[in-house]
Every structure is written in structure tokens, then in C-alpha cells.
């Protein structure tokens, strides 16, 4: 991440027309929370892909390791912290200190894959939300209770 | 690179010492400073970080369960002697210890020493059985803390002897109430249905992972575990017989295996022997990675059969400090932290030795098998390093790069300190008896059906992986759609052979809060009905205790914790089962912002494991056929207390079950023996909800009906209530078909055995009392209540 220009999210998340089992989980969720007025969750696997890397190189990762091409899609894209989201959404991280297992394994699977650059990863999640009027504080009350337990996790709001 | 520090000790008063130890995070007490003190004023100088840390961690009541071995000064006022009654009990861990020595059970193996309880399983194997808690990290994290716990449990399986492979995972959890209104939680409390998510995920994913059957439980719902939630995981093992002893000898190499060393999980010893504050640092919080661990798994059982390390432990709390530790106890050993593969450079030498990342294992290798050993590893993608030799010094050298940085005599480490005597005073709660009048039977049924605590797990329980490996008999789910609840698990582990264990349950802390030593029966005679019920034998039947309280410096809540200890020595006796292996898991309590302390309900669990000869002469819960009988065995009394009729209905009062070991063994034995013979179509024991329940559960299960005569079920009839949802122990329902009912009485000749009904063709439940027509409900109604509670 120190270095932004070479800092790339690969975001993956189901085909649109496949039921998403878990962003419906998050959603009776919400709702318990009483928040009505959210319609829909949609979730992604986010991976910050840094450190010796370029666009190919994430393409190949992407396409070689993390994708499941019957049930996914994946966007690449460079990573920045504005808050250009076009829908409100929010992304929760590992801390810093907290081990990342999934990264391990992934970082793993990019050496196997024969790659000997010094690749680095985060991995979070990212959650979509439709629905109407939704405000920032709904979003943060969400995270807290929900998506992220700020004991080991991060979470930032964007688009909106 | 980061050095040792010393920390000045020597010159310090007693308001200096204590706050050394606070802000050290060290939880240790004045004497146990001051003891410390007097050793380095000895040798004449001030221990390093790293030695604190390592004195800390040894003494920490995870490890060295002192509240277990101390002496206690216990009062009682009790309704036979009206005044109070003093008397000093040596510990309460040698009143457990006393059942498994005045039993003499030859099949006992290993008992109290090793990670885990082992018990002989046939002519070449053991079964060994351990059941940890892991309540803290779980009420801060709850997918890596229940995570975390399983893949803890899991290599204390690993570890115990040189070694044995993991079968069977079980998990029994307490929670909060689902429905507690968000807006009412203190603020860093996790709302309960998240932290039932967050749990049953970790297990989930841990376990299927390893590739292990997660198939016997119990999830509770009760307001006492809203702060403090408990989360038991358990794990059963098989080794040859062979394989039980481990030795240590000097010049055996130090070997750590898996996972790299980080700043998880550091404090996790003195930590889980603090209560829940606010202002957790992150790194008491760790995040499993059951892949690696899984790969130290088969890479190990090759090591072994190969005979490649002569003794091994697992890195659980305390880290490398603890597992070093204690395999050097009786030696020394020499260790150079420099050489721990570890996650990120800038660790300090204590964060490397008390650290507690996972999925760590530590080996004594003798020199000359190690360059195998590393092929093994190699072979396997599993991480190694030597990090240092066995000595006969009696003393732990510990360096980082050159430098010294702690040297301890081992013997004072873990010679037996004085340990304070500690005050308990236990008062005989007097309950009123009440009947409540004017209830609907059949409304209560239903809610009774829809209690969370009763209602169906499936959505739970169908998460696991219950099947891998292939060796799951009698499965969690019964019956024709697999929606009936099996009172315990059935496995077959030995490929080609019938030989079998049953592994199973009990919990009760409703009984706890009216009389925790009737608690304590009551989850033993529970437990083991459980185990009779699916074909287990009832002589051949070990038991694990794990007691998890709330905060037992304070003088009432462990007297409660006296009474349910010796309950378990008592009845554990009386029902003639040994126990093999414990735990105890204290101050599980809360500190409110107003100063209020809120501690759990004390809460004991009983597992149970039985070997039985054939796993064919098991049987299941499910009613088989229409026309058959339908009895109950054992006595029907007045004990509502605790029940969940009362809980329903918020009555704090009536007699908790008085179980009855000596009529209660007789019926199990020839209950087994019935069920060997054949003659048992199906058998579900009465627990939570009563008899109603029971038979409600027998149906769904089947898609049968039944008819049911209440006033055949007990000698003298009593209310109806009472006959339907009292929870006396020691009963079971059993369904026997015609060409077996007088083979099946003869059995029960002189024992309570009363035929109470039949198997109907239509899917309803009809219960008639005096002639009268006092239930009917349809069967499918019962399905979907019972079905239809837990959601995800």
C-alpha cells in the first residue's frame, strides 16, 4: 500500500443471475437491526494487491488463483482511498498486526504458480448496499454490529 | 534487533511489585511477586522480560489451575444441620482424582497427566478425549476464537502420547438470549445472535477443514451468558497402544513445527485468568489457519509410525514457554529463540517465547533421526526448526543471538507453592413447591417445542462436515427425512472392524442455579443416558469435566463450584464412571460501567465416551413402526425445578431432579443389554422438557404418531404437569414390537418399566389421562415448531 501507484484491488464477487447466500444472510441481518429501508447486500472478496506488482502480473493472479470463472466475476482496479464509490458501500480489513491466513495461502499459491516477484496481500471484504435513504451513520452502525469487529478489523465507508 | 530488558525487581516494595505486574499484564499475584522477588534477591540479580513473562505464564491459573489445588476453607448451611459447618477440603482437583483411583478401571490408560484422557479401545488402540473451552477469545472475536479453540483441542489430540489422529470434533456452546433488544447492549458487547454466528462459523470452517467429523453438541441460550458466552470444544483420538508414553531424554532435540511465531495471542494464559475489561489490545486475539495445521496433522502421523521423536506437546497458551517448558521439567533444556521462524522481524525475545500463534507443535527428536524427520516435514510443506537441545541441567538457558536472555531452575519454577487458602460458603437454597394450575398442555407443549434451548440445531449442525472420514454411524440427525435428534454419536474409527465408540453430552446449568450439587448428577446421569440410549455400555463408559464459573474470589460463587465438585465426585462414584481428563475455565464475569459484576450461571460439562463391542447393536431415536410399544423406564417424580416448564414460565421454585444412581446403573446396564440382544426398535432419553418432549421428538424423527396413557407412566399419578414435563433422570422412552415385548419386560422384571403406549399409523401425538382426552396434536405443527426456531 505505501506506494499507491503500484497498490491494485482484484474485487470478486458472484455472477449477478447466482443467488448470493451470504450477502441475504447480511441483509436479515440488517433488517434485525431494524434498519427496513436496505434492499440488497451485495458481497466481494477484495484483495490489495502490492508491492513488486503490475497490471499483468494482477491479471494473472487474478485469473490463475483467485478467480472461479463458473461463479465469478472479478474487476481490477487501482487502489485509492478517495471515496469515489458510485453506491453506498463499505470495506472491512485485517489490522495491520492480525494475521491474514487467506493472504498467507494466497502469497503461497503465487510462488508455487512459479512467480518471483515480491508480491504482497491484504485481504477484506467489501459490501454493496442498495436501497433507500440510506445515510452514513446506518452504514457505520452496520459495520460495527455486523461486518466488522474493530478489535482486528478496519472498516472504510465510501460513495457516500 | 530488539534485546532482553531487565526489570528491576529486587529493590522494589510491595505497591511497586503489584504494579509491575499490572502493567506487565502479567495477573500475578503480591505473594507469587514476592516470591519472585526472594528468588533473584537469592541469586543476586533482576530478572529479564522474558523471565517475568515465563514465570507469569507458568503460574497462570490456565496453566497451573491453582483455584483447582488449593486448599479451601468451606462453609455450609444446609437444612439438616441449620447451623453453619466448617471444614477444610485439600482441593477440589483431588476430589475429582479421587473417583478415577477408587474406580481401578483397567481400560483406563492415561488419566490426568497428558493432554488428553486415553482409554483402551481394542488390542492395539487407544481412544483418548479432550474438551477445552475457549470463552474469552470467543466473546472478542467469535469466528477466530471458536476457530481457534477447536484447532487448540485438535492438537492437544496431537499431542497427547507421541500422537494420535483426530476422529471426532464435538462443540457445546452458551449464549445470550437470540431475542435481547439491540438497543439495550453495553456498548463492546457483541449482540448474541452474532456471536452464535461468529462461533458456529469458526467451527465450521476449522473443522471441516482439518477434514474432521463435527458431530455431538449442545447450544444453550440463557440472559446469565450474555457478556460472557462459553464456547467447549472437544476432540477424540485414536493411537496404537504403543504410542502412549512419551520420554524425554537429554541431548533430544528441541524441534518446533507449522506455523510461523507473531504477536498472536500473547497474554493468552494471564489473560484467561483476568475478567473481560474494556481496552483488549489486538493481540490477544488469533486467527486460525487450519490448512496449515492439517498438513502438521498427516505429516506428524508419518513421523510417528516412523518412530522419528520420542515425545511431543502442542503450543497452546504460553507458547513455546509452555510447551518447552513443560516437556523439560524433569531435565532442562537450552533453546535459541533466533532460530523461531517467525512472521515479522521486529519481535521482542519474550513476545517469541510466550507467544501463542497457532497450529504450533514441539517435538524432543533424538539427534539421529532428525535428518528423516526433516524429510517427513519437507515432504509434507511443513515448516521446521530446530531451536535447541534437551540438557540435564534441571534449568531452561533461553538465548537470543549470543545473548543470554533468561535462565531459570526449573525445579522452583514448578516446585508446589503454598497456595492461599481460599474461603467458600455454600447455602441450601430453599425452593417452594409449586404446581402450576390452569395450563393449557398443549400450548405448553409447542412453546416447549419452540424453546431455542430444546428446539432443532439442524441449521447448525448440517454446517458440519459430520461424515468425512466415513465412519459416522449413528449421525447427530435420525430418521426418515433426518430431522429426529440422536441423543449421541456412534463412530466406527478402525477401518474393517465393527468396534465402536459413542460419544456424548450433558449440561444442565438450570439445575446449577437451584442446587449446584445436584447439578453436577444430573449432568452425569444425563451424559450417560445419552450414551445408553444409542447402544453405548454404561460400564464401559468414561467422563470428562469441564466447569466453567463466574467469580470465584468471591466467596458464594465458589462455594457453588464446591458443591457442584463434589456432585461430580459423589455421583460420578455412584454411577461408577471415572473421570479421565477436566478443565475449568474461572471468573467468567463482567464488570458493568455502574461497578455491578455480572458472573455467569456456573455451568458444567460432562462428556462421555463408551467403546462398544459392534456398532451394529445400536439404535436411534426414531419411532419404527406402527403397532409397536412404547415404555418408559426409571421413575416419573415431582422435579420441576429447573425445568424448562419453568423457565417458561419464569418460576423460580420446585425440586430440581434428585438423580438416582443406584436404581438409574441398573436400568442402564440392562438397557444396553436389551438393545445388544435386538429387542429395542428405538429409545430416546427424557431430558430437557420431559417426557412430551421426548416422545414429540421420537415422532418427528419418524413421521409416526403416537398414543400415549399417562396415568400408566408413573406408580402413584400425579398431576398430569408433572407426568408430562418433569425431568426426573435416569429415564428413557423405548419403542418394542410385539414379538419382543415379553423378552423385553422379563429384562425389567423388579425395575420400573411401564408400557405407556403405542406407534400410530397417523403423525399425531394423542395423550390420554383418566380416560380423557388431555392432548392431540398434529405431528406436522410439531415438525415445523420445532424445526422452525433457529435461524441463520
Keep these: 500500500m505505501e506506494n499507491l501507484e503500484k497498490s491494485y484491488i482484484i474485487e470478486i464477487g458472484l455472477k449477478e443471475n447466482l443467488f448470493d447466500a451470504f450477502g441475504n444472510e447480511i441483509l436479515n441481518s440488517i433488517k434485525e437491526l431494524g434498519f427496513d429501508n436496505f434492499e440488497k447486500v451485495f458481497v466481494y472478496d477484495v484483495y490489495n494487491v502490492y508491492g513488486d506488482v503490475s497490471l499483468q502480473l494482477v491479471k494473472q493472479i487474478t485469473k490463475n488463483i483467485l478467480l472461479d470463472h463458473v461463479a465469478h466475476n472479478a474487476k481490477i482496479y487501482k487502489y485509492n482511498n478517495k471515496k469515489d464509490e458510485k453506491k453506498p458501500c463499505v470495506e472491512v480489513w485485517y489490522k495491520k498486526q492480525v494475521t491474514d491466513p487467506v493472504a498467507m495461502t494466497a502469497i503461497k499459491a503465487i510462488k508455487d504458480l512459479g512467480i518471483k516477484n515480491d508480491v504482497k496481500i491484504r485481504c477484506g471484504k467489501k459490501y454493496v448496499f442498495s436501497g433507500n435513504n440510506i445515510k452514513k451513520d446506518m452504514i457505520r452502525q452496520i459495520s460495527e454490529k455486523i461486518l466488522a469487529n474493530t478489535l482486528i478489523h478496519d472498516y472504510i465507508i465510501k460513495g457516500i | ?792
Design chain 2, 1 to 792: 534487533m530488539a534485546r532482553a530488558e531487565i526489570i528491576e525487581i529486587c529493590t522494589g516494595d510491595d505497591e511497586k511489585l503489584l504494579e509491575i505486574s499490572k502493567k506487565g499484564l502479567l495477573s500475578l499475584t503480591l505473594d507469587e511477586m514476592k516470591r519472585i522477588q526472594k528468588y533473584f534477591l537469592k541469586i543476586g540479580r533482576n530478572p529479564t522480560d522474558l523471565e517475568l513473562e515465563m514465570i507469569a505464564q507458568t503460574w497462570s491459573e490456565h496453566c497451573f489451575h491453582k483455584l483447582f489445588k488449593s486448599k479451601i476453607e468451606f462453609t455450609e448451611v444446609n437444612g439438616q444441620t441449620a447451623k453453619p459447618v466448617t471444614h477444610i477440603i485439600p482441593s477440589m482437583f483431588s476430589m475429582i482424582r479421587q473417583v478415577t483411583e477408587n474406580l481401578k478401571k483397567n481400560w483406563c490408560v492415561s488419566v490426568f497427566k497428558d493432554n488428553a484422557g486415553i482409554i483402551k479401545f481394542d488390542d492395539t488402540n487407544c481412544v483418548c478425549f479432550k474438551v477445552e473451552t475457549h470463552n474469552h477469545p470467543s466473546a472478542l472475536e467469535p469466528y477466530g476464537g471458536a476457530g481457534t479453540g477447536i484447532g487448540g483441542v485438535i492438537r492437544d489430540i496431537l499431542g497427547a502420547g507421541l500422537g494420535a489422529k483426530p476422529i471426532l470434533n464435538t462443540d457445546v456452546f452458551c449464549f445470550g438470549t437470540l431475542d435481547f433488544p439491540h438497543e439495550n447492549l453495553d456498548p463492546g458487547i457483541f449482540h448474541p445472535k452474532r456471536l452464535f454466528k461468529g462461533v458456529v462459523s469458526g467451527v465450521r470452517d476449522y473443522g471441516n477443514r482439518m477434514g474432521i467429523p463435527t458431530a455431538n453438541g449442545a447450544i444453550l441460550f440463557d440472559p446469565g451468558y450474555l457478556y460472557n458466552i462459553l464456547v467447549y470444544c472437544g476432540t477424540v483420538g485414536i493411537m496404537p497402544q504403543w504410542a502412549v508414553e512419551k520420554k524425554v531424554e537429554p541431548g533430544h532435540l528441541i524441534v518446533v513445527i507449522g506455523g510461523k511465531t507473531g504477536r498472536d495471542g500473547i497474554h493468552g494464559a494471564t489473560f484467561s485468568s483476568a475478567s473481560l475489561e474494556k481496552d483488549i489490545p489486538t493481540s490477544v486475539v488469533q486467527i486460525g489457519n487450519p490448512i496449515i495445521e492439517k498438513k502438521v496433522l498427516d505429516a506428524l502421523m508419518i513421523a510417528r509410525d516412523r518412530k522419528l521423536y520420542s515425545a511431543i506437546t502442542d503450543c497452546g497458551a504460553g507458547g513455546l514457554s509452555s510447551a518447552v517448558g513443560e516437556l523439560a521439567q524433569h531435565c532442562g533444556a537450552e533453546v535459541h529463540l533466533e532460530n523461531v521462524p517467525l512472521k515479522y522481524r521486529d519481535l521482542k525475545p519474550w513476545e517469541i517465547w510466550v507467544s501463542e500463534s497457532q497450529e504450533r507443535m514441539v517435538l524432543a527428536v533424538p539427534s539421529e533421526k532428525f535428518e528423516q524427520l526433516k524429510k517427513v516435514l519437507e515432504d509434507e510443506d511443513v515448516e521446521y526448526a530446530c531451536i535447541g537441545k534437551f540438557t540435564s541441567t534441571k534449568k531452561i538457558k533461553i538465548y537470543h543471538q549470543n545473548d543470554i536472555v533468561g535462565e531459570l531452575d526449573l525445579r522452583w519454577l514448578f516446585q508446589k507453592a503454598e497456595l492461599p487458602v481460599q474461603k467458600a460458603y455454600y447455602e441450601e437454597r430453599k425452593m417452594a413447591d409449586i404446581i402450576p394450575e390452569n395450563i393449557n398442555v398443549e400450548e405448553v407443549l409447542l412453546q416447549l417445542l419452540a424453546d431455542p434451548v430444546i428446539a432443532s440445531k439442524e441449521i447448525v449442525v448440517r454446517q458440519y462436515d459430520h461424515e468425512v472420514q466415513s465412519h459416522t454411524i449413528v449421525k447427530p440427525f435420525s430418521g426418515i427425512d433426518g430431522k429426529g435428534p440422536s441423543d449421541a454419536v456412534v463412530i466406527a474409527p478402525v477401518y474393517g472392524s465393527y468396534r465402536g465408540i459413542v460419544v456424548a453430552c450433558g449440561i444442565n446449568p438450570w439445575y446449577g442455579k437451584v442446587d449446584p450439587y445436584l447439578m453436577a448428577g444430573c449432568c452425569i446421569d444425563e451424559a450417560m443416558r445419552n450414551i445408553v440410549a444409542c447402544g453405548g455400555d454404561p460400564e464401559k463408559t468414561a467422563v470428562l469435566d469441564n466447569f466453567c464459573w463466574g467469580k470465584c474470589d468471591d466467596p458464594v460463587e465458589l462455594g457453588k463450584l464446591v458443591k457442584c465438585v463434589q456432585g461430580c465426585r459423589d455421583f460420578a462414584l455412584a454411577y461408577k464412571v471415572p473421570f479421565i481428563s477436566g478443565k475449568d475455565s474461572l471468573n467468567n464475569f463482567y464488570t458493568k460501567e455502574d461497578g455491578s459484576i455480572v458472573s455467569i450461571p456456573g455451568t458444567l460439562l460432562i462428556s462421555a465416551i463408551s467403546v462398544i463391542d459392534d456398532v451394529r447393536e445400536t439404535t436411534s431415536s426414531d419411532l419404527k413402526e406402527s403397532g409397536n410399544h412404547i415404555y418408559i423406564l426409571g421413575e416419573t417424580r415431582r422435579h420441576l425445578g429447573g425445568s424448562r416448564l419453568f423457565n417458561l414460565l419464569n418460576f423460580e421454585a420446585g425440586q430440581c431432579p434428585v438423580p438416582e444412581p443406584e436404581l438409574t446403573l441398573k436400568i442402564m446396564k440392562n438397557l444396553h443389554r436389551a438393545i445388544k440382544q435386538g429387542l429395542v426398535k428405538s429409545c430416546h432419553d427424557c431430558s430437557e422438557g420431559g417426557m412430551a418432549v421426548a416422545i414429540s421428538e421420537m415422532m418427528i424423527g419418524s413421521g409416526y404418531g403416537a398414543e400415549i396413557y399417562l396415568e400408566n407412566v408413573a406408580e402413584r399419578t400425579d398431576e398430569p404437569v408433572v407426568l408430562l414435563f418433569s425431568e426426573s433422570q435416569g429415564r428413557f422412552i423405548v419403542e418394542v414390537d410385539q414379538a419382543h415385548i415379553d423378552k423385553f419386560e422379563k429384562i425389567f422384571k423388579n425395575l420400573p418399566c411401564r408400557r405407556i403406549g403405542r406407534v400410530t399409523p397417523d403423525f399425531r401425538l394423542k395423550i390420554f389421562y383418566k380416560g380423557k382426552n388431555l392432548l392431540e396434536i398434529d405431528g406436522e405443527l410439531m415438525k415445523k415448531t420445532w424445526c422452525g426456531v433457529l435461524s441463520w
